[in-house]
């Protein structure tokens, strides 16, 4: 335990003075350490997962890492042969190359010696495993399936509608904030009673509307009705209230029409908020997947969500290429989060939600 | 890393100003126009302005279908659109309340509809209470005098970015027959469990994987308020040699409270709004013990073989009632201890 | 340039009225300080003339042209604001220039006076900083140049010194009338402290719950107070009130009677006296002095406080709480009693309705009978 | 042009999404294997030979085509061809080819027998082909039996006697289950019209559950409930949602699966070498042998804006070799009566177990009974599968006592013929 451990060790004990494990640095680790395995576990697993053949998919036991079996090349045999090893029935094990399995008995080879056959039953054999990454699940989709058509779809939706978000919602942030006038009350209530309506509620009646007026199969579709999202209304005019009337009086002086006062005045003092919605807009619009596979039935069209979706038949699914895609889709997310994050506790902490 | 990070709000400004350039344009373009427009409106008038296009947009893509669900509700039939579709007054309605027996849902007609009733009621109560006991917990400890503390925050934070449907797949994975998780119980020598397949076990798992998937969001909002707290409140504590769990009692949870308000309000909503992680995880069953109110109006309105969007629009309705009481408690709540705080 | 006339301004917020028929002439080149209590209406008044309020009744003119329905932007006005109110986002350059370049001034004219305003203030060193990176003096200043840089009709300041400490507001008072003197130009100036509103004022408007009690210079003010509530407010310490009733008057002479008895003889002038009448005598703490004669009142004394070059001491007196500032060091203690002489000391007499019947001059050699 | 046309110009493209052009026909396509990549190349080749039309293939996801094009549909809106399952229920929305093929006696002479699956009740219209025809069968694992040293039963032993076979195989080789079947109501009408039932009444409309089904049903639950079919499958889901227990078998953790002929492709490349395996067809009951038949079929959409560019599409694609060609690739069965009457399909696998089952699916697509063959193209089919598999789900989770079920299933069908107000 050097200096490094007592580093990352740093506890409270009664405010770091203390020699002793306080009870809470033990409860502090333990619960820790746990997240990072609970939290980030599952996530690593998936990753590892997205590299295995079809087959080590539907293997049980499952293992962490891809592994495959080690193939050789025998004199004698066209094909590689799979390589095993053997318990012999004198005792002892062997590694061997399996030629053909006829029912339960195999019959196998020495690599080295490939003139004689050797029976064995197949309960008394276990694969030699090799770790191998199957990368023909990222690259086979990235040819077959459209993935710079479906990547480009999905960051046109995303980006118009997270953009069309910021913009919409702050203006009518900056309308129920900053300014008093009839029926301000009303809007507000309407906003925070729809803050719980659920997609699936309104779908029927809501593709009804899209079909009608000409979006249906149209990215217009997906996007516009997420734009007006109440959350970003919320968010935004909680933090906006926190923005002083002051400044804007004397915007007002200052010769500034009301359109300047909200993107030079309103707009970058409400920066971290909007940074808070962007994010969540981004993460939301890059994940979502029921609407827009409902409004987009055309190839060009798809997103990457929906285009993964079509790895789903009726009778089967191919794991292999929906859990590299959706790795494949999670970097983008991760990638938001990571260069952002330090605006989300700020952000949070001054939207009002405190 | 050091020095990424110490040229990073430079680059992030010369970026920003590219960006802005053009933007600024647009924005002064448009100025013209609307220095004209307050002209006309005044300076109030504006206000419409600005509300204008989330109005329309928010009434044709929420209100217009709400009310029309409404309508929807008193129709019958499978026709899609509300054209083709017959005038049954509140038929639907009172299929949905035909029962037995209203404490037994098998007595009832539509007994899918009062299953799903029964689930949500309940892991709405079990998921919000554990999810914000843990929450608090780890904002707590988040709180502590912690090295690399914004990495943990990560940790905590990273399952709110993935999409539901990864979050139910990947815990599929862990929790089926064959899943990671009896292997690791076979491994250790215990006995595998079929966690999916228990009614009890299935519903629990449906339990743990939401909070898993949105737990850190409200410890993050937990986080911030913590940290609003007055560091001199403590060390006033501490100066009467007040007991660690009286400091908590006495002020870390009053002072927390209107952050707890929030997190309880928004963790309500969500978990009434339950359907997508759970749904890929147990597509609601064994038998029906996993399938709330969302999957029962999807799959009745739009899902399911021979669709009913009238009877789904009648169950949304009713859902939407109760959302909108939620809605109400949580402002006469807020209202009343913003006045508190006035007082 | 830089008259404003108010005639019958009312303002409500809804159903509440929070200016009632205010009437007032500013002269060009005047600086006008609006002082009361707060809640008196004072900050809304200036509001209401910066545009930032709608009046709701009356007529505001600036040079002569009626401005109700122009907006704030328009009227040529610049506001200085208690808390400033600079952009946090921009710098001290940009904020300076915001609002000339709202007006589509050329950049050149711009860079010009925002130099000039920045090497008047002496804020040049830190043009480049943001308004978080200031310094609360700083800050104060670039305020008040976002507002020269604008060469406005008249400057409206709301409280500028309010978040200043002591010192610097002492001497930022002292620069601000230096630079009124070098601008000349109007300048109407919010505050509730009275100290402020009689270094800086040409002319005090004293305002009490949406009315205006009292204008004029600040001596007038402090002489000739109108009623009791501008006689309290300015001069400090406070005034000292005691009842007291006029038992008989003759032209020229009128015997007041305090209570405990205690009699002094006054010059009403020409004011309107009738025997028996109730009335409050005021009289400031700083012209009360020490008598010998063990017939003037006498004063118990309670808190002493010795501030050097004076002695402040608190008192009763019939009952009535009594202030005295006393010149030099006086060595009383707590307990002590003392003879105050009210005779040598201006009188401020007021009637039942609180306004000033007459003032005295003090010493007027009249014996106490 | 100027700026601001190109930007309106810009603006008007994005707003209006893409038109569809003269010659285009879209194709919405599911797959459940490699089926997509077949269709792609003979896409490609079609369009080589009519250079005039554009087909576009859009892969969408199952659920897509369960859920969402009958709701286009209704709109009006839709593909112009599509690969559909519910053919009969949606058969008011295809288009009549009749007057547009070249020559509609070669249709009806090769897919006359099964156009009644996809048209309007008494039409004559031909509305698509069977891309593939399905049937369901058994597969047992042969190297577990092998091993247990069972005999498999013969190609006419019964249920009960592969349930007592695959149970001495589960025992003696630890598998956790030794049978299991789909959880879809189109698998498990297979066994229950061997035991004799009939869903449809005299009127054609369904008929409340008769013994038949109530026998075998009650069998599957006892049976469950002892173990010997998996229960998993079944509790897995709510409502009457599709899960296969594939990957079960795939893992040799089942004796015997039920499923069908779509599954040998899946089988040949996931199990590989890790086992043997053959295909078994149905097990008899006291009524029969049957098992369900069923598949895809391509069908044209009413809606379409180019109705001769996609008649020649279906003509092209409906052409003895291109059916052979895609049967062959896709190891599915054809249901192209010339295909079928020459015979010798060249499936193209190297995997004899696979080309065996094939042999059998088709061998055993012999003894399918006639209430079997009537039920594709019923139209209450769906909706008494969906359930049974329902309710039956959750006598299997243990919420609804077996009677109760039956009742259920009865009150449900009835109620959804109700709903339709047909």
Same mark, same amino acid.
Request: with cysteine; glycine share 8%.
């Given at each position: ?5 007592? +580093? ?31 939290? +980030? ?314 | ?343 | ?369 | ?422």
């Amino acid at each position: 335990m050097g200096a490094a451990a007592r +580093f990352i060790f740093r506890r409270r004990g009664s405010n770091g003075r203390g020699k002793g494990w306080h009870w809470t640095d033990i409860v502090t680790w333990v619960w820790l350490v746990c997240g990072l395995l609970i939290m +980030f576990g599952p996530a690593v697993w998936l990753g590892f997962s997205s590299f295995k053949t079809p087959a080590a998919l539907a293997e049980f036991p499952p293992t962490i890492l891809p592994y495959v079996t080690q193939e050789v090349r025998v004199e004698g045999y066209d094909k590689p042969l799979a390589l095993y090893e053997a318990t012999l029935e004198g005792g002892g094990t062997r590694v061997l190359a399996e030629v053909r399995r006829i029912g339960i008995v195999s019959q196998m080879v020495d690599p080295n010696a490939p003139g004689e056959i050797i029976k064995v039953n197949i309960a008394d054999r276990a694969p030699v495993r090799t770790m191998s990454f199957a990368t023909e699940n990222y690259t086979q989709p990235f040819v077959q399936f459209d993935f710079v058509q479906y990547l480009w779809n999905s960051v046109f939706v995303t980006v118009m509608a997270t953009l069309i978000t910021l913009v919409v919602n702050s203006m009518a942030a900056f309308a129920l904030s900053k300014y008093e006038f009839r029926g301000r009350s009303v809007a507000m209530l309407i906003i925070l009673a729809t803050l719980m309506v659920p997609l699936s509620v309104i779908m029927v009646p809501l593709y009804s509307i899209i079909s009608t007026i000409g979006l249906f199969n149209n990215l217009w579709g997906v996007i516009l009705p997420t734009v007006a999202t109440p959350t970003g209304v919320f968010i935004l005019r909680q933090y906006m209230l926190t923005i002083p009337d002051e400044l804007i009086d004397a915007a007002r002086m200052d010769k500034a029409s009301e359109w300047q006062i909200y993107w030079r005045i309103v707009l970058p003092l409400a920066a971290p908020a909007l940074a808070v919605l962007a994010i969540f807009s981004v993460v939301w619009r890059w994940n979502d997947f029921l609407w827009p596979l409902i409004v987009l039935s055309r190839r060009e069209l798809y997103t990457l969500q929906v285009g993964l979706s079509i790895y789903a038949g009726e009778l089967n699914v191919q794991w292999h290429f929906i859990l590299a895609m959706t790795v494949v889709t999670m970097i983008p997310v991760v990638l938001v989060f990571i260069f952002l994050q330090r605006f989300i506790t700020t952000g949070i902490a001054g939207a009002g939600l405190k | 890393m050091t020095p990424i990070a110490s040229s990073s709000p430079a680059s992030n400004r010369r970026l920003g100003s590219i960006l802005f350039v053009p933007v600024q344009f647009v924005m002064t373009l448009i100025d013209a126009p609307l220095r004209a427009l307050q002209k006309l409106t005044g300076i109030s008038g504006m206000a419409m302005f600005f509300l204008a296009p989330n109005m329309l947009i928010f009434g044709i893509f929420v209100l217009l279908p709400l009310a029309i669900n409404f309508v929807y509700s008193m129709t019958g039939g499978t026709a899609f659109f509300l054209a083709d579709r017959t005038f049954i007054g509140f038929d639907q309605y009172s299929r949905l309340f035909e029962c037995g027996n209203y404490l037994d849902p098998l007595s009832c007609q539509e007994d899918a509809f009062w299953t799903a009733v029964g689930n949500t009621a309940w892991f709405v109560v079990l998921q919000v209470t554990l999810m914000i006991l843990m929450a608090l917990g780890t904002a707590l400890i988040l709180n502590r005098d912690l090295r690399a503390r914004s990495f943990w925050r990560a940790v905590f934070f990273f399952p709110v970015l993935l999409s539901p449907v990864v979050v139910g797949l990947i815990w599929k994975w862990i929790l089926q027959r064959q899943g990671l998780l009896n292997f690791a119980l076979f491994e250790m020598g215990l006995e595998p469990h079929n966690w999916l397949t228990d009614r009890t076990w299935a519903f629990a798992a449906a339990v743990a994987v939401s909070i898993w998937a949105h737990m850190g969001f409200y410890a993050l909002i937990l986080l911030a308020g913590l940290q609003a707290i007055p560091k001199d409140l403590y060390e006033a504590a501490e100066m009467d040699g007040t007991k660690a769990a009286r400091v908590f009692w006495r002020i870390t949870l009053p002072l927390l409270a209107p952050n707890l308000l929030v997190v309880v309000v928004l963790a309500l909503i969500k978990a009434v709004q339950v359907f997508d992680e759970v749904y890929v995880l147990t597509g609601g069953g064994p038998g029906t013990s996993t399938m709330f109110l969302t999957q029962y109006i999807y799959e009745t309105g739009f899902a399911s073989q021979l669709r009913n969007p009238g009877l789904a629009a009648a169950a949304s309705i009713l859902m939407g009632l109760v959302l909108v009481v939620l809605t109400l408690f949580q402002l006469g709540i807020g209202r009343r201890t913003e006045g508190k705080r006035k007082r | 340039m830089g008259q404003i006339k108010l005639t019958n301004v009312k303002k409500s917020f809804g159903a509440v009225d929070v200016l009632h028929d205010i009437n007032l002439h500013i002269d060009d080149g005047e600086l006008v300080v609006f002082v009361g209590p707060s809640g008196c209406g004072k900050s809304t008044l200036l509001r209401v003339i910066a545009g930032l309020e709608k009046v709701t009744g009356g007529s505001l003119e600036i040079d002569g042209r009626r401005v109700n329905d122009v907006t704030a932007a328009e009227r040529g006005l610049a506001m200085v604001f208690q808390s400033y109110a600079l952009y946090p986002h921009m710098t001290v350059r940009q904020n300076l220039a915001f609002g000339l370049e709202n007006s589509k001034m050329p950049k050149a004219e711009i860079a010009e006076r925002v130099g000039e305003a920045a090497r008047m203030l002496e804020i040049e060193p830190y043009m480049d900083r943001r308004p978080g990176q200031l310094s609360g003096g700083q800050r104060q200043r670039v305020a008040i140049g976002r507002a020269i840089v604008r060469r406005p009709v008249a400057f409206l300041l709301d409280e500028p010194l309010s978040n200043l400490d002591a010192e610097l507001r002492v001497s930022t008072r002292a620069e601000l009338a230096a630079l009124h003197a070098r601008l000349s130009s109007t300048m109407i100036y919010v505050t509730h402290d009275q100290v402020e509103a009689m270094t800086l004022a040409d002319r005090i408007v004293v305002m009490r719950a949406g009315r205006i009690e009292q204008v004029g210079t600040p001596l007038e003010l402090y002489n000739m107070p109108a009623n009791r509530f501008v006689a309290g407010f300015i001069g400090a310490p406070h005034m000292n009130f005691l009842r007291g009733d006029i038992v008989e008057h003759t032209p020229g002479t009128a015997i007041l009677s305090l209570a405990g008895g205690y009699r002094i003889a006054v010059d009403p002038g020409t004011a309107p006296v009738t025997d028996g009448q109730k009335v409050t005598v005021g009289v400031r703490p700083q012209h009360l002095t020490v008598s010998r004669d063990t017939a003037s009142p006498k004063v118990r004394l309670g808190l002493v406080e010795a501030l050097g070059a004076e002695t402040v001491v608190h008192g009763e007196i019939y009952g009535e709480r009594l202030m005295a500032v006393l010149p030099g060091q006086q060595g009383y203690r707590p307990g002590d009693e003392i003879h105050l002489d009210l005779q040598a000391a201006p009188l401020h007499v007021f009637d039942e309705q609180d306004l000033r019947l007459f003032s005295t001059a003090g010493a007027k050699a009249k014996a106490p009978v | 042009m100027n700026k601001k046309s190109i930007l309106a110009g810009l603006a008007l493209a994005l707003l209006t999404g893409t038109a569809a052009n003269a010659g285009d026909v879209r194709v919405m396509w599911y797959s459940d294997g490699v089926e997509g990549e077949v269709m792609k190349d003979l896409v490609n080749r079609f369009m080589e030979e009519n250079p005039g039309i554009n087909v576009i293939l859009d892969n969408v996801a199952y659920s897509v085509i369960k859920e969402q094009l009958p709701v286009q549909l209704e709109a009006g809106n839709g593909p112009d061809v599509a690969r559909v399952t519910a053919i009969k229920d949606l058969a008011k929305h295809w288009l009549d080819l009749r007057p547009l093929v070249k020559d509609p006696a070669y249709w009806d002479e090769n897919f006359g027998d099964k156009a009644d699956w996809m048209r309007p009740d008494g039409s004559d219209q031909i509305s698509g082909f069977m891309t593939q025809l399905t049937l369901t069968g058994g597969f047992a694992n042969k190297t577990l039996f092998d091993q247990a040293g069972v005999e498999m039963p013969g190609p006419k032993a019964t249920w009960e006697e592969w349930a007592a076979a695959a149970k001495k195989v589960a025992d003696s080789q630890q598998v956790p289950y030794p049978m299991a079947i789909d959880r879809s109501g189109h698998r498990i009408t297979a066994p229950m019209l061997s035991y004799g039932a009939n869903y449809i009444g005299e009127d054609g409309k369904p008929a409340p559950l008769d013994q038949g089904a109530k026998d075998f049903l009650t069998k599957f639950v006892n049976w469950t409930e002892e173990g010997v079919f998996a229960k998993d499958v079944w509790v897995s889901a709510a409502g009457n949602t599709y899960r296969a227990a594939a990957d079960d078998f795939i893992n040799g953790q089942l004796a015997f699966y039920y499923s069908g002929s779509w599954q040998v492709a899946n089988l040949a490349t996931k199990i590989g070498n890790n086992f043997d395996w053959v295909a078994t067809g149905s097990p008899c009951g006291p009524a029969a042998c049957t098992g369900m038949p069923g598949g895809a079929a391509l069908v044209a959409v009413k809606y379409t804006k180019n109705p001769k560019d996609v008649a020649t599409f279906m003509d092209w694609m409906a052409q003895e070799d291109i059916v052979r060609e895609f049967s062959e690739r896709t190891l599915f069965l054809p249901a192209h009566k010339g295909v079928v009457e020459k015979g010798g399909l060249n499936f193209e696998t190297e995997n004899e177990q696979a080309k065996a089952a094939l042999g059998t699916f088709v061998e055993a697509s012999k003894s399918t009974s006639e209430t079997a063959l009537k039920l594709p193209a019923w139209r209450w089919a769906d909706t008494v599968y969906a359930a049974i598999v329902t309710r039956i789900g959750q006598t299997l989770a243990g919420e609804l006592p077996l009677e109760d079920a039956f009742a259920r299933i009865d009150a449900d069908i009835a109620q959804k013929v109700k709903d339709t107000g047909l």
